[in-house]
């Protein structure tokens, strides 16, 4: 019931500054918890960044902390991902994914987008 596309990702330089986008469809999307996940080549996924829309409370992975900015507005059902200071290791495919709770928002999350490739050389 809940349809997700990243855009945003390119190419950058170390130190730079990307901003990911994740645009949402669906009556419900709002009660949805929403996260930011991220994989490399020959790399498992991993979950950076999660906000629930309900409660606005968001964490992030220790790696990102400080660096990244996960937000939300629902006006334009979109939710973003800043990411300042970035990094040769921040390089991945990025991916948001949504599902009822924040507990639930994990590698197997219900509904994910295509993914958008963020490139950071050193």
């Known amino acids: 019931q809940v349809q997700l596309a990243e855009s945003g990702g390119g190419l950058v330089q170390a130190g730079g500054s990307l901003r990911l986008s994740c645009a949402a469809s669906?009556?419900?999307?709002?009660?949805?918890?929403v996260g930011w996940f991220r994989q490399a080549p020959g790399k498992e996924r991993e979950r950076i960044a999660v906000i629930n829309w309900s409660r606005r409370i968001t964490y992030y992975v220790d790696s990102v902390k400080g660096r990244f900015t996960i937000s939300r507005d629902n006006a334009k059902n979109t939710v973003y991902l800043q990411m300042n200071s970035l990094k040769p290791e921040d390089t991945a495919i990025y991916y948001c994914?949504?599902?009822?709770?924040?507990?639930?928002?994990?590698?197997?999350?219900?509904?994910w987008g295509q993914g958008t490739q963020v490139t950071v050389s050193s």
């Open positions: 994914a949504a599902d009822m709770s924040i507990v639930q928002v994990t590698t197997r999350s219900r509904y």
């Open positions: 669906g009556r419900t999307f709002s009660s949805y918890a």
